[in-house]
Structures are given as structure tokens and as C-alpha cells.
């Protein structure tokens, strides 16, 4: 019976010297490279030097050091097959048993600003995976390790049976396989970005495990919380939840929809949101009174909704969002006195997310039963509309006001979409109905007589002259729209009749 043998090479160090000296006491060898090799006979571990095994040293700076057929020989050969044993022995070569690596720090690398492209390079492991990869394909035989938070549990187990269980040994495998995808995916990604390349031939993302969820959109639904490995700040999935019970999968999607939602605004805003749909948006001179605003959008949608905020929760407007329940609030900080405040609620979840990040081009993903949709995240706001009054009478002031504010939430709406404002408020919003007339009497109904000198904000253009005729019987005075209907015409000249004035924008905000 030959001596055992552990392979040692992490870039992550933590633990390791503990856990070598567990192996070593359990009669197992150590094998180590370069670095890990350094920190392990600092640390009392008796070493073997790869080139000792191999016969040859490190070169190219350690670009090459395990990729040796005496290293790979002796991890994948089969136990049980009586050819592979007897080749070893031919040529010298001792069976690896235990494989612990992990890989150089590709994603911390990429993730400092400073880094060029050059040292992302020197960062791309590679007989780290080739190793791993080896390893885990001859796990009957093999066990392998690349995550520090599973040594203890490998020592535990080789002190209770004299060795690791083939089951066991097959999930390291599994876990093995899940990291170098991973880390194979972060580097085609970027490298595939330097390029400039928006849809290659094969689509290759990857996540890591945030939380598991109680459950899905409904009870009877499993689910779970993946982020991206390097993804935006401004977002849910890197927001610091400061008070309250763990978000579930509808909170999650609920609370992006405001954050998307409120960072469309420079001034003091609030946001309020239920199923995806904003209930109620308010602007102001504060905090405070852009949230009074957005509460009294709609008072009763607001109720077990979701608030975001961008700027910092003050003592007076924590006063107010106190007053009823809401599932979330979301802003950038909370003072100290808010939140003394708002956590004397059980229920309520409080979450500070950063807003000050720069926007990013980003591609956004859409599953469908066997595929994926993938398309540029519509991030087009009135800056980059083409403008133009179509009307004889052009908006005042007040009006244009209104009409951006429109403009910049009804983008937010499940299509076809209408947006009613007034005095930087929202104060009618009709989503998701079949046809866009359906969706301007939803909003018209919800406005009620303020509806008279607000302004109409649609994400898509009029196929008929029917919903400005509906605007102008409710007292709507200015439309916000994208135009180019072939019956674009009919429009104008009910606008113009009605003494409303119109506004296209040539940027149609579908979202379905």
C-alpha cells in the first residue's frame, strides 16, 4: 500500500496551514508549488517540492510548474485499473490522492479600476483549473478541494472513516466543475467586453448564491437569490438590509422596480411601488415632501407597498412613512434617528443602496421555456429623445414639467402603458391592459377631477385618435408620446382640436 498524497496550491491561504498539519497527522504527504510551498513550511508543514516530483524546476516566472505528466498521471489514474497502477510503477510516478487548489484572483483583479489589461492576463489561471479539472474527472479515486469552507468537514471525515466516501467525493467534484465554470465564464466575459463583441456565438454567464428563498412568486414555487459575481452597487442584489425579516422573491423584483424607478431623478423623489407598477411617484424641494406626494398618488396602493427614496431618510420623513405599512424602504441612508424610528416596526425591511454609481451599458436577460432573451438595457431617458412639439400650441411651463416627469415613469410601467402627472406627482397610472385607450381610462378613472390640466405620458405611439379623445374629455391638456403611427395625423389634429399640446419623442418604452 503506497503513502498517501495531497496536493497543496491556493492563492486563497486562509486556513491552509492548519488543514495541512491535520493531513500531515493523518500520514498524508504534502505536496506544495511556489508560494503555498513557502507558507506552509513556515508554518511547520514538512513540504515536497513540486519540482521534486516532476524532476523539473518552475519556469516562465511559474506560468509552467504542475502542467507535468507526473503530476496528471498520478491524478488521473484509475485505482482499479490494474494497466494505469502498473504504468505508474513503470515510471516512477505516486498517485495523488487529494487535490486542495484554488485559482488565481481573476475576479478580484478585474474588479479594481487600476488593473490593466496586461495583469488581468497574468491573472488567468491555468494549471490551477487543469489540476481541479483533472482531479474531479477521477473522483472515484480522487477528492478534491477548492473552497477553504469545506476543509473542516473533509478532516472531520477522514479522522471519523480513514477516508473521504465516494458520494462525498462526487459532490466536491460537482463543486469543482461549478467553480471553473464560473471562472471560466468571468474571463470570456471579459474578455469578449475588450473586444466590444455584444452577442458572441455562445452566451456564457454565471452567479453566485446570495440566499435561498422561502419561496418563489407563490408558495408552492422552490427559489433562490443568485447575484452577479461582479455586478452593478446600485442595485437590490448589493443592498445592505439594515432592518427586518429576509427579502422574499416578490420583494426582490418589487424593490428593483422602485430603485430603477428613482434613480431616473436629480431632484428629491420618492417612489412608491406594488407588483411591479409604480402606485404613486413624488418630486419636491425635500425628501419629506416628495414622499407626501407620492403617498398621496394613491393612498390606498401604497399600503404593504415598497418605497424608495433617493436621498436620506430623515427624522421627518421617517415620522411619516411610519404611519402605515410598507413592506420596504429603500434609500441611500437612513439617519440615525429614522432608524431608530422605522426598527421599532418588526415587519418593515430597510435597505440603504448606494446611488451615486455613474450608469453602465448593460444587457438584461429575459428566460423563456429552453432559451434566453438578451437585449440592452433601456436606459434612454428624455436627454436622448428627438424632441419635438406637433401641435400648434406649444407647452407651457408647468406643462413640460409634467410631461417629463410622465415621460420618465411611464418607461417603468408594464405595457401598453399610461401615465397621468401633476405638480410633480403621478396621479393616474394605467398598466398592463390589452389595449392603450383600456389603460388611459384606468389612469383618467384613478385621477378623478385632478385629471383636469395634467399631463399624458404613453410608452408606446397612438394607433388611433381614440385615447387623446379620451384625454381631452378628462381634461388632459399635454401629451407625452413617441409618435410614428401611420395615423399619427388623426392624433394631432383631435390634439389640436381639443386644445391639447403633444410632444413626440421618437423612443418607444415597451416592457413586458
Wanted: charged share 25%.
Amino acid at each position: 500500500m503506497y503513502t498517501k498524497r495531497a496536493l497543496i496550491s491556493v492563492s486563497n491561504k486562509e486556513g491552509i496551514v492548519p488543514f495541512a498539519k491535520k493531513l500531515e497527522s493523518l500520514g498524508i504527504e504534502i505536496i506544495s508549488t511556489g508560494g503555498t510551498s513557502r507558507v506552509l513550511k513556515e508554518g511547520g508543514v514538512k513540504v515536497i517540492g513540486i519540482s521534486d516530483v516532476t524532476g523539473f524546476p518552475e519556469i516562465l516566472d511559474g506560468r509552467v510548474k504542475t502542467l507535468h505528466p507526473n503530476i496528471h498521471s498520478g491524478l488521473l489514474a484509475m485505482r482499479s485499473e490494474e494497466s494505469h497502477m502498473k504504468q505508474l510503477e513503470e515510471h516512477n510516478i505516486a498517485p495523488i490522492d487529494y487535490v486542495i487548489v484554488n485559482l488565481y484572483p481573476f475576479k478580484e483583479t478585474i474588479e479594481r479600476p487600476e488593473t490593466t489589461f496586461e495583469e488581468a492576463i497574468e491573472n488567468i489561471d491555468i494549471g490551477g483549473p487543469t489540476m481541479l479539472r483533472a482531479a474531479s474527472k477521477n473522483y472515484q479515486d480522487v477528492a478534491v478541494v477548492t473552497d477553504p469552507t469545506d476543509y473542516e468537514e473533509l478532516v472531520h471525515e477522514l479522522e471519523k472513516h480513514g477516508e473521504i466516501s465516494v458520494e462525498r467525493r462526487k459532490m466536491l467534484a460537482a463543486k469543482v466543475f461549478r467553480h471553473t465554470a464560473a471562472y471560466d465564464a468571468m474571463i470570456a466575459n471579459y474578455l469578449t467586453d475588450q473586444t466590444g463583441e455584444l452577442y458572441p456565438e455562445t452566451y456564457t454567464v454565471t452567479y453566485e448564491k446570495k440566499q435561498d428563498l422561502r419561496y418563489g412568486e407563490n408558495p408552492h414555487q422552490k427559489a433562490a437569490f443568485y447575484r452577479e459575481p461582479i455586478g452593478p452597487i446600485s442595485s437590490i442584489a448589493n443592498a445592505l438590509q439594515l432592518h427586518g425579516k429576509e427579502l422574499s422573491y416578490n420583494n426582490i423584483n418589487d424593490a428593483q422596480a422602485a430603485l430603477e424607478m428613482v434613480k431616473e431623478f436629480n431632484q428629491p423623489a420618492a417612489v412608491a411601488v406594488k407588483h411591479m407598477n409604480p402606485c404613486g411617484v413624488g418630486v419636491a424641494g425635500t425628501i419629506s415632501e416628495a414622499y407626501q406626494k407620492a403617498y398621496e398618488a394613491d393612498p390606498v396602493s401604497i399600503f404593504g407597498g415598497i418605497v424608495a427614496l433617493n436621498e436620506e431618510v430623515d427624522k421627518e420623513t421617517a415620522d411619516q412613512l411610519k404611519n402605515i405599512f410598507l413592506e420596504i424602504v429603500i434609500a441611500p441612508h437612513f439617519s440615525k434617528e429614522a432608524l431608530e424610528i422605522l426598527s421599532a416596526k418588526k415587519n418593515i425591511r430597510l435597505l440603504s443602496v448606494s446611488m451615486d454609481e455613474a450608469p453602465m451599458e448593460r444587457s438584461v436577460m429575459t428566460s423563456i421555456y429552453g432559451g434566453t432573451l438578451v437585449q440592452e438595457q433601456d436606459a434612454k431617458g428624455f436627454l436622448d429623445a428627438d424632441v419635438r412639439v406637433v401641435t400648434k400650441r406649444e407647452p407651457s411651463e408647468q406643462e413640460w414639467q409634467d410631461l417629463k416627469l410622465a415621460w420618465k415613469i411611464v418607461k417603468h410601467v408594464k405595457s401598453n402603458a399610461i401615465v397621468l402627472a401633476k405638480g410633480d406627482k403621478t396621479i393616474g397610472i394605467g398598466a398592463g391592459q390589452m389595449n392603450r385607450v383600456g389603460s388611459a381610462a384606468i389612469a383618467v378613472e384613478q385621477a378623478g377631477e385632478e385629471a383636469v390640466g395634467s399631463a399624458m405620458g404613453s410608452d408606446a405611439f397612438f394607433p388611433m385618435k381614440d385615447t387623446v379623445e379620451a384625454a381631452g374629455a378628462a381634461g388632459v391638456t399635454a401629451i407625452i408620446q413617441p409618435g410614428g403611427s401611420i395615423r399619427d395625423e388623426e392624433s394631432i389634429s383631435m390634439a389640436d382640436e381639443l386644445g391639447i399640446t403633444m410632444v413626440f419623442t421618437g423612443i418607444r418604452h415597451f416592457k413586458h
